[in-house]
C-alpha cells in the first residue's frame, strides 16, 4: 500500500516529531472560551500523572483524583454526582448493570461465615447470586416477608451482615415497611459494636430517586437500575450505589476496585442525557401506568390489581406513607378461571406491549409469571406485569381490552 500523505511524515517547521509520533502523542484540552450544556465525554484507560511525584500523591480512595481509565473518569464523576444529588446522598458508585451493583454492594459488606436477609419477593437474580455464589462463598441468606417488620427481628442473627430491602418488590409488587424493617435493624445495631453493624441496601430502581428518598428513611445504601429510567432509552446497561456515608462508600469503591468494574464513557453519558428530562418521564410513566390499573380493576377477568397507589396492592398504606409517586410498572393478577394457557394467549394478543423483561424505556412491554409468583397472595392465577412506556393511555387501554377480548 502507498502512503501518499507519508510527505507530512516530515516534522513541520516548529515541531521536532514525525507524524506518527504527533499522532500517537496528540491528547486534547478544550479552548478556554469553550463550553456548552452538555457534559463531555472522557474516554482514558490510562490517565497520564504530570511527574513521579504527583502519581504517588493521587489515593484512589477519593473522588477527586484520577489515576486510571477503570476507576473514574470526569464523565462518570459527573454522573455520579448527579445521581447523588437526585436521591438526596452524598457519594455514588457506578457498576456496568443493576445486577453488578448488586453483587458489588454484597462483595462489599459480606464475608464467609456471614448472612444476609432478602426479602421474599426481591429482584430474581439478587436472590439467584445469594442461592449460588454467595452459597459457595459460606455466606447464608435467609427469607423475610417486607410486611411484617416484627418478624424481620426474629431472623437477625449475631451474623447478620446486610439486609436488602426492595419497595416494591419485584412482580408482586408488595410494599414494604421501609420505616418498621429500618427501625428492627436499627435496634439490633444498637446492641453491636461498630464493626459489626448491620447494612441495609434498598433496590430503589422503581422510585428512580424521585419517588422515594431512601435516606430521610435511614436507609444506608441505594441500590440504583440506571438502565431502567435514568437511561430512559431502553439502550443502555448500568447500575449505581448511592451512599450518605463516607465509611460505607469507601468499602463500596474497594468493591469496585478490587473486581475490576467499569463504565464505558458512552454509555455513562447516554445516561447523564436521560437525566435532563428523567422527573418528567417518570411523571409521564406514572401518570399511564395508573389510569391503565384503574381501568383493569373494574374489568372481571382481574382478580386483582397489584399496583401501590391503588388500595388493593399489599402494602398500600406504606406507599402512602413513604412514596410521594409511582413508577410505570405494574402487574395483575388473572381469575384463576382463565388457565396458564388462555393468559399466555393475551400477552401475545397485545400489540402495544411485546413481550420484555426491562423496563422504564418509551416503549410499554409486558411479561407473564406462573401463577406460583403470586407469593402469599390468596389469588391463585398467572400474573401479568405490565411496564407502561410513553404511549397515549387511551391507545394502550383500547390495546388491552382487544386482547382481554380474546381470552375467551
Ligand atoms: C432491572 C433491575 C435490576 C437489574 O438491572 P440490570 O441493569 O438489568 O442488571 C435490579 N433490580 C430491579 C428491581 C430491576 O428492575
Request: glycine fraction near 8%; hydrophobic fraction near 45%.
Amino acid at each position: 500500500m502507498s502512503h501518499p500523505q507519508n510527505d507530512s511524515s516530515a516534522a513541520p517547521e516548529g515541531s521536532a516529531n514525525a507524524l506518527d509520533t504527533r499522532l500517537a502523542q496528540a491528547g486534547y484540552q478544550a479552548p478556554g472560551s469553550f463550553e456548552s450544556l452538555v457534559a463531555p465525554i472522557h474516554h482514558a484507560s490510562t490517565v497520564v500523572f504530570p511527574n513521579l511525584a504527583e502519581m504517588r500523591a493521587r489515593n484512589w480512595e477519593r473522588d477527586d483524583v484520577y489515576t486510571y481509565g477503570l476507576h473514574g473518569t470526569p464523565t462518570t464523576r459527573e454522573l455520579e454526582d448527579r445521581l447523588a444529588d437526585i436521591e438526596g446522598g452524598r457519594h455514588c458508585v457506578l457498576a456496568p448493570s443493576g445486577l453488578a451493583a448488586i453483587s458489588m454492594i454484597d462483595f462489599a459488606f459480606l464475608k464467609t461465615g456471614d448472612e444476609l436477609l432478602l426479602p421474599h419477593n426481591v429482584y430474581l437474580p439478587n436472590r439467584e447470586l445469594a442461592r449460588t455464589l454467595l452459597a459457595d462463598l459460606g455466606i447464608v441468606a435467609r427469607h423475610y416477608d417486607p410486611l411484617d417488620a416484627a418478624a424481620l427481628s426474629l431472623l437477625i442473627t449475631p451474623r447478620t451482615r446486610l439486609v436488602w430491602l426492595e419497595s416494591p418488590g419485584s412482580v408482586t409488587m408488595e410494599v414494604a415497611d421501609l420505616r418498621g424493617l429500618v427501625a428492627v435493624v436499627a435496634a439490633a445495631n444498637a446492641r453491636r459494636p461498630a464493626a459489626e453493624r448491620i447494612v441495609t441496601a434498598l433496590d430503589n430502581t422503581w422510585g428512580a430517586g424521585l419517588a422515594l428518598k431512601p435516606f430521610e428513611l435511614g436507609i444506608d445504601v441505594s441500590m440504583q437500575a440506571l438502565t431502567k429510567y435514568q437511561s430512559g432509552g431502553s439502550d443502555v446497561l448500568m447500575g449505581a450505589a448511592i451512599t450518605r456515608d463516607q465509611a460505607l462508600h469507601l468499602r463500596l469503591k474497594t468493591s469496585h476496585m478490587r473486581t475490576g468494574l467499569g463504565v464505558g464513557a458512552d454509555d455513562a453519558w447516554l445516561v447523564l442525557r436521560g437525566l435532563k428530562s428523567l422527573p418528567l418521564r417518570y411523571a409521564a410513566h406514572d401518570r399511564g401506568a395508573r389510569a391503565l390499573a384503574h381501568w383493569l380493576a373494574a374489568r372481571p377477568e382481574v382478580a386483582r390489581v397489584l399496583h401501590p397507589a391503588l388500595p388493593s396492592c399489599p402494602g398500600h398504606e406504606f406507599w402512602l406513607r413513604d412514596f410521594s409517586g409511582a413508577g410505570g410498572l405494574f402487574s395483575v393478577v388473572f381469575d384463576a378461571r382463565y388457565g396458564t394457557a388462555q393468559v399466555e394467549r393475551f400477552v401475545e394478543a397485545l400489540k402495544l406491549f411485546p413481550l420484555g423483561y426491562s423496563w422504564g424505556g418509551a416503549s410499554s412491554l409486558s411479561m407473564i409469571y406462573p401463577p406460583s409468583r403470586t407469593g402469599t397472595l390468596s389469588e391463585k392465577g398467572a400474573v401479568v406485569r405490565f411496564n407502561v412506556g410513553l404511549e397515549a393511555p387511551d391507545d394502550l387501554i383500547a390495546d388491552v381490552a382487544q386482547a382481554l377480548a380474546q381470552l375467551g
